[in-house]
């Protein structure tokens, strides 16, 4: 049973273009959520989180929004670098404990 | 700040072996750390939480005795593979979180591969 879903196994977006990576949860109890990027062979590197109080957190070109009715997040990036290539996992947490469920991740293509 | 580093960054080891690898936060104190691992292609499944200085809980289907963990200080945990076979070959990632933070900062990750 697969807690947090990402639908879009991949993306590809031209340089300077919006990337927007969607994410689904069907817990209730998630009460805070992340957005990690990962290089092969490295960790995850945290890039924004959101609580569930909220329906937006920006942070420089990266903008995280939650509709808690939908159950539903999306991590928006403006404008997209070829350095944003990477795999983009979400990440959601209840409210009891500290454990983090992932998203099978989304492999982004920034084209130059 | 929220550096964690991993020792070693890749391991060969032969069938039967154990190999140990170190988590540690260089620069917080943290009081719960995180061992995952990563199939390729595949998502990042937790295997068990270590808060310091108590034992870890396993995740379902992890088994304890095989992997060992050892969170002794607020700024070290151990993840001993023991007696490692072939399809313990995988990638595995520790992260770390301080006190009263929802934010896990994750290491580098170390690729075993079990001959």
């Known amino acids: 049973d697969q807690q947090v879903k990402q639908n879009s196994p991949s993306l590809s977006v031209q340089e300077g273009r919006i990337s927007i990576l969607n994410c689904d949860y069907t817990n209730s109890m998630f009460d805070y959520f992340l957005w990690y990027k990962k290089y092969p062979a490295e960790g995850p590197t945290f890039l924004i989180s959101i609580s569930s109080i909220k329906d937006k957190n920006e942070d420089g070109r990266f903008t995280v929004f939650l509709n808690k009715s939908a159950k539903h997040l999306s991590l928006h990036i403006v404008p997209s670098q070829p350095g944003d290539s990477a795999v983009y996992f979400c990440?959601?947490?209840?409210?009891?404990?500290?454990?983090?469920?992932f998203g099978g991740g989304t492999r982004v293509l920034v084209k130059p | 700040g929220a550096v964690v580093s991993q020792h070693p960054s890749w391991v060969i080891c032969k069938s039967g072996t154990s190999v140990k690898i170190e988590c540690r936060s260089l620069?917080?104190?943290?009081?719960?750390m995180f061992w995952y691992r990563q199939f390729p292609k595949q998502s990042l499944m937790l295997m068990a939480t270590s808060n310091e200085g108590s034992k870890a809980t396993y995740e379902q289907g992890v088994e304890k005795d095989k992997f060992l963990i050892n969170h002794a200080s607020l700024t070290l945990s151990t993840l001993t593979v023991t007696s490692a076979h072939p399809e313990d070959s995988s990638f595995y990632i520790c992260s770390a979180s301080h006190r009263g933070r929802d934010t896990q900062y994750f290491g580098p990750g170390t690729r075993l591969t079990v001959l």
């Open positions: 990440a959601a947490k209840g409210a009891a404990g500290n454990k983090l469920t």
């Open positions: 620069d917080f104190q943290a009081t719960t």
